[in-house]
């Protein structure tokens, strides 16, 4: 069996198979691995924000992604106090994960890519200080594959930032997030919905739209892990009690529970930091971009992907795959992300205090071009 490549991607889901399209889409000689067996369950709201669709059409996968899911028409958000802003949605979908990002896997094979699926990686091969590979086992055998760069793309949890020193857990900044799937939404769902309840506050309620798949109903909470042990409810009962008794929830309250509940950890950027190191990169969860205040991380995935496939393209032209080489995607990103990072960030920050995002709302909701901005793009 292959034992060697240029890249290793490590997690297949829109963070791994973007980067690995990416570098197969540039002759890059690349293996893109994961544990699962695809098409598997991620928990998610499985809303495909507007600011990775540019990726998607570059990498020849939006027109595919739009014929599973559903481009809703704008996001409505709400304060404890009920006051709602809604932004135009540019090119963001829903798309249930398990279809959306086995549709992103294919296309990283279509486009040269070699996948392996069963592929749990447990440790790397580091040699002189420098990544040189991964440690797996696969169809049985635990064995080492080696390449120039290993690309962590393996989600909240990841092994490899683990293993690199880079994983970070400030309660502050992590999130829990739960959804489950409704069916029952009376009038039918059609809009993406976020709506920080007074009852929880900061914690927030999402609810998204499928019109495709049974006009199900995709309805979770999110909330600060710091807030959520502090809380007299667990997330059931937060969605429950929005269901009951914000007029947001009144259109689920005929509504019936058709999957279980499932979630996850979300790390979100308001903890991002170095994400590089001698031989390897983290991409997505793994190195901590989840957008802040809407906890969305798909879009922000893919376009950590793109700024580390650019920098591993450098580095492999130059034969040189230093921390200080690699870090050109720590600049990279910092300049193109880190300002809308930041941004959402401080939104964040001002969640935690119902008054002041009332206030924000309250000045938001006669202009829906800059909502649109901040989630519509
Ligand atoms: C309830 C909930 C709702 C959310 N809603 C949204 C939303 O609507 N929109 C949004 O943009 N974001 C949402 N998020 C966040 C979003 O799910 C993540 O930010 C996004 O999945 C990150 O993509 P990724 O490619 O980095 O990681 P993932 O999608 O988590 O993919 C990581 C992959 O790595 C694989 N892997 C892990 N460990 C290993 C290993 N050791 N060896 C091999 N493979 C491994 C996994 O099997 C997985 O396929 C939500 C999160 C939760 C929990």
């Known amino acids: 069996m292959r034992a060697q490549w240029d890249v290793i991607v490590v997690g297949?889901?829109?963070?791994g198979s973007t980067a690995a399209a990416r570098l197969a889409q540039a002759g890059v000689d690349v293996l893109l691995v994961d544990k699962e067996r695809f098409p598997r369950e991620k928990p998610c709201s499985d809303i495909y924000g507007p600011f990775g669709a540019r990726t998607y059409e570059e990498l020849g996968v939006y027109e595919r992604l739009l014929e599973a899911g559903y481009v809703y028409p704008g996001v409505l958000l709400s304060s404890p106090d009920y006051t709602a802003i809604y932004g135009a949605n540019g090119k963001g979908l829903t798309c249930p994960r398990r279809v959306g990002d086995n549709i992103l896997k294919e296309n990283a094979s279509r486009l040269g890519a070699e996948v392996w699926e069963e592929f749990w990686v447990h440790d790397l091969v580091v040699?002189?200080?420098?990544?040189?590979?991964?440690r797996a086992k696969y169809q049985g055998e635990f064995r080492d594959y080696r390449c120039d760069v290993v690309i962590g793309a393996d989600g909240s949890h990841s092994w490899v930032a683990k293993r690199l020193g880079l994983f970070v857990d400030d309660y502050d900044q992590v999130y829990l997030a739960g959804r489950a799937y409704w069916?029952?939404?009376s009038p039918p769902l059609r809009d993406v919905e976020v709506h920080y309840d007074p009852s929880f506050n900061p914690g927030f309620v999402c609810l998204s739209p499928h019109p495709g798949y049974d006009d199900v109903v995709n309805m979770g909470v999110g909330i600060q892990m710091s807030q959520y042990g502090r809380l007299s409810l667990n997330a059931?009962?937060?969605?429950?009690?929005?269901?009951?008794?914000?007029?947001?929830?009144?259109k689920m309250r005929g509504a019936?529970?058709?999957?279980?509940?499932?979630?996850?950890r979300v790390p979100s950027a308001g903890q991002i930091g170095?994400?590089?190191?001698?031989?390897?990169?983290?991409?997505?969860?793994?190195?901590?971009?989840?957008?802040?205040?809407?906890?969305?991380?798909?879009?922000?995935?893919?376009?950590?992907?793109n700024y580390a496939a650019r920098a591993v393209l450098a580095a492999l032209e130059e034969r040189d795959f230093s921390e200080d080489s690699l870090s050109r995607y720590g600049e990279k990103w910092e300049k193109k992300m880190g300002p809308q990072l930041r941004a959402l960030q401080g939104m964040a920050v001002t969640a935690a205090d119902a008054d002041a995002l009332n206030g924000l709302f309250g000045g938001l909701k006669d202009d829906p071009e800059a909502v649109s901005r901040v989630f519509g793009e």
Request: charged residues 25%; aromatic residues 8%.
């Open 127 to 134: 040699k002189d200080g420098q990544v040189r590979g991964v």
């Open 236 to 250: 059931e009962e937060m969605v429950e009690k929005f269901v009951a008794e914000s007029p947001h929830g009144e």
């Open 12 to 15: 297949a889901g829109p963070g």
């Open 183 to 185: 069916r029952g939404c």
């Open 256 to 264: 019936e529970r058709v999957s279980d509940w499932t979630g996850w």
């Open 274 to 305: 170095k994400n590089y190191a001698a031989g390897a990169v983290l991409v997505g969860d793994a190195g901590n971009f989840v957008e802040p205040f809407i906890l969305e991380g798909v879009a922000s995935a893919v376009r950590s992907a």
